[in-house]
């Protein structure tokens, strides 16, 4: 199995809610920060907002204010919460799981490719009326 496992995307009317999960397994997960990934047709991938150890968090400038990161360290797991969805929320999103340095958590979340330890398969979340 997959280090970590996401779930929870489907089709979504907009205006409408979803909440991701990421399940984590063979890693000590209270000492990872945690990021979730999107990546739309023809796009590459973006940092949504990432969690660290210590629950501070980070949010992209386009999901701020509608999207809220946690995590459940005791159940190895996060969640994105994402509300009042649009059509450019649309995409496969990714939970990742790194070594971060508090101090430089901004700078990793909005670099996926600063990424390389663990990473999910993904899940669609498809914003369509």
């Known amino acids: 199995q997959s280090p970590l496992v996401e779930s929870g995307g489907g089709l979504v009317q907009p205006g409408g809610s979803l909440t991701l999960s990421c399940a984590a397994s063979?890693?000590?997960?209270?000492?990872?920060?945690i990021g979730w990934f999107r990546q739309a047709p023809g796009k590459e991938r973006e940092g949504v907002a990432c969690?660290?150890?210590?629950?501070?968090?980070y949010y992209s400038d386009s999901v701020k204010g509608r999207f809220t990161i946690s995590r459940d360290n005791a159940k190895s797991m996060s969640f994105l919460l994402m509300n009042n969805l649009d059509a450019g929320d649309t995409g496969l999103y990714y939970c990742?799981?790194?070594?971060?340095?508090?101090?430089?958590?901004?700078?990793?979340?909005?670099?996926?490719?600063?990424?390389?330890?663990?990473w999910g398969q993904g899940t669609q979340v498809t914003v369509s009326a």
């Open positions: 990742a799981a790194d070594l971060v340095n508090p101090r430089v958590l901004v700078g990793r979340c909005r670099a996926p490719s600063s990424w390389d330890d663990y």
């Open positions: 063979g890693f000590t997960f209270d000492y990872w920060t």
């Open positions: 969690i660290g150890t210590s629950g501070d968090t």
